[in-house]
């Protein structure tokens, strides 16, 4: 069993930061992991593209994009090509958050070619999946994220991929699930990757994770880590979350 220590924290700065913020961040988060022998690889920061080559730039925190496309090339104006994520050195993605399912209107059918795609160019996709409020008060949690996961299922293509279960209700709302919610959905989860796919995935929880709930929560063994949006935001906050 792995210790809640010893757990992922990955943060998600949506559409946030700037080069100072990021300069000041990753300087202070680099020097605190590194004082209290914080294994490195147990971060990753999604930035802005923006930000990505100069994040890569001093190779300290790893990082990753929020989202890509799911051609490599071509006239897809406006688009993030996965193909030069990867060549800029990119190994990590956020595939199907909730905000590009229900702000920009994703299908599943598109998050599948997305994951792909990753997949395709050496990106590790972590695929989020949740369900909404109506969809939880409607009893139908577990079809909608069995619905949801056929974009990691349909591609057969694992070991290379995280899972992150973030019911959309708890995103940003300051109402994160209670650990009973949390634990019965990771262990369904965990079971039906196992079944359909004969191996482990990595499972991490998102959705109003704070430095004041992040134990608790690390504390469930089907919990692999989390995914942070808020406060992942200051160099403060995050190291928090890591108990520093
Ligand atoms: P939150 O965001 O921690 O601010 O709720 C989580 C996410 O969107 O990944």
Not at 44 to 52: M, S, T
């Amino acid at each position: 069993m792995v210790q809640s220590n010893q757990k992922l924290i990955f943060g998600n700065w949506k559409m946030n930061g700037s080069l100072e913020k990021w300069a000041q961040f990753s300087k202070t988060v680099f020097a605190q992991l590194n004082k209290n022998n914080i294994d490195l690889g147990r971060s990753v920061l999604f930035l802005p593209d923006l930000l990505l080559h100069q994040a890569l730039q001093n190779n300290e925190l790893l990082v990753g994009a929020q989202n890509h496309y799911f051609e490599d090339a071509g006239a897809f104006t406006g688009e993030t090509s996965p193909e030069l994520l990867s060549n800029i050195g990119i190994k990590y993605a956020l595939i199907g958050h909730s905000e590009r399912r229900h702000v920009f209107g994703e299908s599943i059918e598109m998050i599948s070619q997305k994951m792909k795609a990753a997949q395709r160019n050496s990106i590790k996709p972590v695929l989020c999946i949740g369900e909404t409020l109506e969809q939880r008060e409607a009893n139908k949690v577990f079809d909608t994220l069995k619905n949801q996961l056929v974009s990691l299922t349909s591609q057969g293509a694992v070991g290379e991929c995280i899972v992150a279960y973030e019911p959309v209700w708890a995103i940003g709302t300051g109402k994160v699930a209670s650990l009973e919610q949390i634990e019965e959905v990771h262990q369904f989860l965990k079971e039906n990757l196992k079944n359909e796919l004969g191996v482990d995935v990595k499972l991490l929880y998102g959705g109003s994770v704070k430095p004041n709930n992040v134990k608790e929560i690390l504390n469930i063994e089907s919990v692999d880590g989390c995914l942070v949006g808020g406060a992942s935001l200051t160099a403060e906050s995050y190291l928090a979350l890591f108990g520093l």
